[in-house]
Nanobody, 112 residues
Framework: QVQLVESGGGLVQPGGSLTLACVASGFAFSSSGMSWYRQAPGKERELVAVINTFGHSTYYADSVKGRFTISRDNAKNTMYLQMNSLKSEDTAVYYC?????WGQGTQVTVSS
């Protein structure tokens, strides 16, 4: 069965950085496009970034463009989200998605 496990969330000050990881199993990771989503309290889940199978093509929401970088390591069945210049509005639960499945989410809190 599809399993996606996120890690790397935490509390960080505005302007700081975090790197999230998503380890996948149960499906053909290297043949699957992968995505990061986030959901802030009281808001709908929103798409943050997408990466194609070999990492040659990416998409970013306007709100994170230039600050976040999505990447993947197909040898490790792992996707990453490097988040720089974090803002308070980036506070949310971050989810990875792929293989028709979802991870359990990891909390990112940006606060001084």
């Amino acid at each position: 069965q599809v399993q996606l496990v996120e890690s790397g969330g935490g509390l960080v000050q505005p302007g700081g950085s975090l790197t999230l990881a998503c380890v996948a199993s149960g499906f053909a990771f290297s043949s699957s496009g992968m995505s990061w989503y986030r959901q802030a309290p009281g808001k709908e889940r929103e798409l943050v970034a997408v990466i194609n199978t070999f990492g040659h093509s990416t998409y970013y929401a306007d709100s994170v463009k230039g600050r976040f970088t999505i990447s993947r390591d197909n040898a490790k069945n792992t996707m990453y989200l490097q988040m720089n210049s974090l803002k308070s509005e980036d506070t949310a639960v971050y989810y990875c998605s792929g293989g028709n499945g979802w991870g359990q989410g990891t909390q990112v809190t940006v606060s001084s």
